[in-house]
């Protein structure tokens, strides 16, 4: 797989089924944080709400999609791989690539307990701003802030 030329690009009406990624990475990363909308409600909110709203973009692969990136502001709102992609540089990828769309700086929230996601963040050059109790976001988690 890691061999597979994988296209990142801004993401369009027929790639609703990122929410699928979205859905596998959320379960593969975060096991033990219930996920506060249905799979229905997500795969719903993909073509109605994030795609046409947000600027998102999706790696692909062979026809697949791989990961998704949100983009809102200054706000990295989301940032989704498909697990089996893990560790083969995509991240990394999608990371320069928000940064190029947004060069005066980003911001983002990751929860607590999720440490690689942290450590992914700090390598990165990111820092932390703020942690919360969780009653802002819709799980309710407790999070970070970073800049």
């Not at 994988?6 to 990624?21: C, F, I, K, P, S």
């Not at 026809?63 to 200054?74: A, F, K, M, R, Y």
């Not at 560790?87 to 005066?104: C, I, S, V, Y």
């Not at 440490?115 to 703020?130: L, M, S």
Request: hydrophobic share 35%; charged share 30%; net charge negative.
């Amino acid at each position: 797989m890691s061999g597979d030329r994988v296209l990142l690009r801004r993401a369009g009406d027929t790639d609703a089924h990122a929410a699928d990624v979205w859905l596998r990475s959320f379960a593969a990363a975060l096991p033990t944080i219930r996920c506060a909308h249905s799979a229905a409600d997500v795969r719903d909110w993909f073509p109605r709400v994030l795609v046409p709203q947000y600027e998102t973009w999706v790696s692909v692969a062979e026809d697949t999609v791989t990961g998704v990136l949100v983009l809102h502001g200054e706000e990295l709102k989301q940032l989704y791989l498909d697990p089996n992609r893990r560790g083969q540089g995509l991240g990394d990828r999608f990371m320069a690539l928000a940064k190029k769309e947004r060069p005066a700086g980003l911001s983002l929230w990751t929860f607590q307990i999720n440490t690689p996601a942290e450590r992914f963040y700090e390598r990165h050059g990111f820092t932390e701003a703020e942690r919360t109790d969780g009653s802002r976001n819709d799980e309710p988690e407790p999070d970070i802030g970073y800049h």
